[in-house]
Nanobody
């Protein structure tokens, strides 16, 4: 399974960005995809996740109401729409594939390379 994250960039506080995660080689055991982020010098943490069926979504409290995760099964792509961005959203954003209904980082098997989001104040 390979994941390719894209869409990062520099945006002013209050602005929006949409990240994409293209997934190739998806297996039948794949349950869904999650987004994680790692601010400079800090640990990587969960942001949002969605099942490939689209019936289940999870969000970290810090992004609820501002970020929306969605999927396009025909394109094997997961999106993360980020609105009302804050400087504390600055991080490298990673997407990852999991076989489980989970937000736990250690239960994600395959990872993309990450895309940098910088929010200026």
């Amino acid at each position: 399974v390979q994941l390719q994250a894209s869409g990062g960039g520099l945006v002013q506080a209050g602005g929006s960005l949409r990240l994409s995660c293209a997934v190739s080689g998806r297996t039948r055991s794949s349950y869904g995809v999650g987004w994680f982020r790692q601010p400079p010098g800090k640990e990587r943490k969960f942001v949002a996740a969605i099942s490939w069926s689209g019936t289940t979504t999870y969000y970290a409290d810090s992004v609820k109401g501002r970020f929306t995760i969605s999927r396009d099964n025909a394109k094997n792509t997961i999106y993360l729409e980020m609105n009302s961005l804050k400087p504390e959203d600055t991080a490298v954003y990673y997407c990852a594939d999991t076989r489980f209904q989970t937000t736990q980082i250690h239960e994600y098997d395959y990872w993309g390379q990450g895309t940098l989001v910088t929010v200026s104040s």
